[in-house]
């Protein structure tokens, strides 16, 4: 038997909108360490219309800087996995409004946002 998902994530808990976001727009800067057992369930569940929204949504970092908009995911790797693995186009997801000075926090001197 399936553990029912709780759809809590740590910085998106109080956000309710999803959105179908473009898996293309979303930058993942760090490296993912996977549990294949994972990516492989989550795959069945993407496959099976009845659970593919048993799945969290992916938080979202949208940051607006200087006119232009990014998209950095930086959790939600087996998700993430699972989609691309499946051909998928978009992600459910979660944007989370931050400044550039929390990605800066992240990403140090390979952010984009000196």
């Given at each position: 038997?399936?553990?029912?998902?709780?759809?809590?994530?740590?910085?998106?808990?109080?956000i309710?909108?999803?959105?179908?976001?473009?898996?293309?727009?979303?930058?993942?800067?760090?490296?993912?360490?996977?549990?294949?057992?994972k990516?492989?369930?989550?795959?069945?569940k993407?496959?099976?219309?009845?659970?593919?929204?048993d799945?969290?949504?992916?938080?979202?970092?949208?940051?607006?800087?200087?006119?232009?908009?990014?998209?950095?995911?930086?959790?939600?790797?087996?998700?993430?996995?699972?989609?691309k693995?499946?051909?998928?186009?978009?992600i459910?997801?979660?944007?989370?409004?931050?400044?550039?000075?929390?990605?800066?926090t992240?990403?140090?001197?390979?952010?984009?946002?000196?």
């Open positions: 038997m399936t553990e029912p998902v709780d759809n809590f994530s740590i910085h998106g808990n109080s309710k909108e999803v959105y179908d976001i473009p898996m293309s727009a979303i930058n993942r800067p760090l490296p993912s360490s996977l549990e294949r057992a990516v492989e369930e989550m795959k069945q993407l496959n099976d219309p009845d659970h593919q929204l799945l969290t949504p992916i938080d979202v970092h949208h940051v607006h800087y200087k006119g232009q908009d990014y998209y950095f995911a930086f959790g939600g790797c087996h998700r993430w996995a699972a989609h693995e499946l051909g998928r186009s978009t459910r997801g979660k944007l989370i409004q931050t400044p550039p000075a929390v990605i800066n992240y990403l140090g001197a390979s952010s984009p946002f000196k």
